[in-house]
């Protein structure tokens, strides 16, 4: 198992590799200060051919980030999810999907390509998550809600059933999402309200 992306994020994904009983062969960064992380050694980024017929996974917790790495490189992209999580075996999981511990996902959920489902997170039945979204720690999506490409749903928010948020849209930490969202929304509150739109 390889990694790009030696953040805290990266960090939280050795321990899922690590809870799993696996290795983690390489991790790469862009950076080349950063020396190691959780006493592995980083080392830099050149091309693709590091990681020729290997297994890698884009350890950065930002959707943007995620997103521009994912389509720069060639890559055999796996998801993980961490024993400890709860996931329907009626559940599809895209590529380079990560869940945290102690996440559950409930029956017929699709979660798209390199999205992140972080601790403790609930997402219910029937949801669809596109790509490059991160459901934030203690998050609640409640059933039949579609969240758009790229946003981001933050610590401890409540998205209530059947609810279409918009792509990449933020919802702050919190929030209690009742209505629909549009695209490019920042929300906040209880319950949630757009303060502004993002470029």
């Not at 899922?16 to 790469?28: R, S």
């Not at 943007?64 to 400890?84: G, Q, V």
């Not at 009742?178 to 502004?196: E, L, S």
Request: proline fraction near 3%; aromatic fraction near 4%; include cysteine.
């Amino acid at each position: 198992m390889n990694l790009y992306g030696a953040s805290g994020h990266c960090k939280v994904i050795i321990d899922i590799i690590e809870a799993l009983n696996k290795k983690v062969e390489c991790v790469f960064d862009d950076d080349v200060t950063i020396l190691s992380v959780l006493n592995m050694p980083v080392n830099q980024w050149i091309n693709d051919n590091q990681i020729e017929n290997k297994n890698l996974l884009i350890s950065i917790g930002n959707n943007k980030i995620r997103k521009k790495i994912s389509e720069t490189i060639i890559a055999n992209f796996i998801s993980l999810k961490h024993p400890s999580s709860i996931v329907s075996k009626y559940t599809e999981i895209g590529k380079g999907t990560a869940v945290m511990a102690g996440a559950t996902i409930n029956a017929e959920v699709i979660i798209g390509k390199h999205c992140i489902v972080n601790t403790n997170a609930v997402i219910e039945h029937d949801c669809v998550l596109e790509d490059f979204v991160h459901i934030s720690p203690n998050a609640t999506i409640t059933g039949n809600v579609l969240v758009g490409e790229g946003t981001h749903i933050g610590a401890g928010a409540i998205v209530l059933p059947n609810i279409k948020i918009g792509k990449w849209t933020t919802i702050g930490a919190g929030a209690i999402v009742i209505k629909d969202i549009p695209d490019y929304a920042v929300v906040v509150g209880n319950p949630g309200r757009i303060i502004k739109y993002k470029e």
